[in-house]
């Protein structure tokens, strides 16, 4: 009788740790981080019938905790600083860019059947990978620089750009 209770037990106490895994996606077109802590916000591709999404071709959401838990941009996160506006688009194509830097323009398309977020800094045009903000000490919602890492979409080679804004 013991170690049917104790079977039990331990079955249901896997049953809640696997109800609460969370499943990341990999394939991401950019990630967003920032020097506060390890959350991140990631920027997938949104289709609609199989064909890009006009009106939000990005669907940002934040990854908490170690990877641990997924939750929605919050209202101020969309409208101030990770949220994402259509500048333009073409057929299976979306030119965007985040709400707190509208000086950089991504374009979203396919390159070698994968959707990518292409940019354009100091003359070379760059896979988005990363971007990453280094926040002021003390002042976590003033912003020193944000690096850009991508890899040349000719070349193939890392690329590194640092805007300070």
């Not at 991401?28 to 916000?41: A, D, G, L, P, Q």
């Not at 890009?52 to 959401?61: F, G, I, R, S, V």
């Not at 934040?62 to 990877?67: M, R």
């Amino acid at each position: 009788m013991n170690t049917r209770l104790l079977t039990a037990f331990l079955i249901a106490l896997l049953s809640c740790f696997a109800a609460g895994a969370v499943t990341i996606p990999k394939e991401h077109v950019f990630r967003f981080e920032r020097s506060t802590n390890n959350n991140y916000i990631c920027y997938d591709i949104n289709l609609k019938d199989g064909a890009l999404n006009q009106k939000e071709p990005l669907k940002a959401y934040w990854v908490l905790g170690g990877e641990t838990r997924i939750e929605e941009l919050t209202f101020l996160d969309r409208k101030m600083a990770f949220g994402v506006k259509v500048v333009s688009t073409k057929k299976d194509e979306a030119v965007v860019h985040l709400t707190a830097y509208k000086d950089l323009n991504i374009r979203i398309c396919r390159h070698k059947g994968k959707w990518v977020g292409i940019v354009k800094l100091n003359g070379h045009e760059m896979i988005l990978q990363k971007m990453f903000a280094q926040m002021k000490p003390h002042f976590s919602v003033k912003c020193e620089h944000v690096d850009i890492y991508g890899k040349d979409i000719t070349t193939g080679e890392s690329l590194h750009e640092r805007i300070k804004p």
